[in-house]
T-cell receptor, first 113, second 114 residues
Framework: GEQVEQRPPHLSVREGDSAVIICTYT??????FFWYKQEPGAGLQLLMK?????EINEGQGFTVLLNKKDKQLSLNLTAAHPGDSAVYFC????????????FGRGTRLQVYA | DPKIIQKPKYLVAVTGSEKILICEQY?????MYWYRQSAKKPLEFMFS???????DNQTASSRFQPQSSKKNHLDLQITALKPDDSATYFC?????????????FGHGTKLSVL
């Protein structure tokens, strides 16, 4: 079945610097791709859903790039601030079942002032 | 206020016993899910329910039985508990009409089996 590798597991950056998290997946038939954020003591929250290949998707303070050729999904937090400190998860939907996602192991991001 | 309530937050059980994990959502969603996260594995999909009917069961053994007594409830009964069942169990919900397929997660129930 689908496997999702996420790196790095831990990331520490200075405020104002960028932070990049990368996921690689194995199933070329994967449909949709997601980034979730989990703040301390809270449940996971959706950051973005993407499905178009090699398209940069911009959110508030971050960009997401999906490269289906290389089976890679990346999250780039531009100008990180302490409020971005959280655990970030990528996820992939391979099946037709909405909500049935294969998650990466997560990246714990620490942004220090 | 949390919109997805999981109870209890922490649970300790002995091997061979049976426990029920509670999940209630107040988002008006029609789909609910269970995921599991153990120390050795990433977050894993277990079950998907839509309108109180099982949509998919991905690898979970028969010892794990979801129970949906109401539209906004999806409890998880676990029988004959084993130490390997130790994990944090997350309940989630979504609205099928949401094009973003946004899953809303509860805070989890951390289960420790001794």
């Amino acid at each position: 079945g689908e496997q999702v590798e996420q790196r790095p597991p831990h990331l520490s950056v200075r405020e104002g610097d960028s932070a990049v998290i990368i996921c690689t997946y194995t199933d070329p038939n994967s449909y949709y791709f997601f980034w979730y954020k989990q703040e301390p003591g809270a449940g996971l929250q959706l950051l973005m859903k993407v499905f178009s290949s090699t398209e940069i998707n911009e959110g508030q303070g971050f960009t997401v790039l999906l490269n289906k050729k290389d089976k890679q999904l990346s999250l780039n937090l531009t100008a990180a601030h302490p409020g971005d400190s959280a655990v970030y998860f990528c996820a992939v939907r391979v099946t037709q079942v909405v909500g049935q996602l294969t998650f990466g192991r997560g990246t714990r991001l620490q942004v220090y002032a | 206020d949390p919109k997805i309530i999981q109870k209890p937050k922490y649970l300790v059980a002995v091997t061979g016993s049976e426990k029920i994990l509670i999940c209630e959502q107040y988002l008006g969603h029609n789909a609910m899910y269970w995921y599991r996260q153990s120390a050795k594995k990433p977050l894993e999909f277990m079950f998907s329910y839509s309108y109180q009917k099982l949509m998919d069961n991905q690898t979970a053994s028969s010892r794990f039985q979801p129970q949906s007594s109401k539209k906004n409830h999806l409890d998880l009964q676990i029988t004959a508990l084993k130490p390997d069942d130790s994990a944090t169990y997350f309940c989630a919900s979504s609205q099928e009409t949401d094009s973003n397929e946004r899953l809303f997660f509860g805070h989890g129930t951390k289960l420790s089996v001794l």
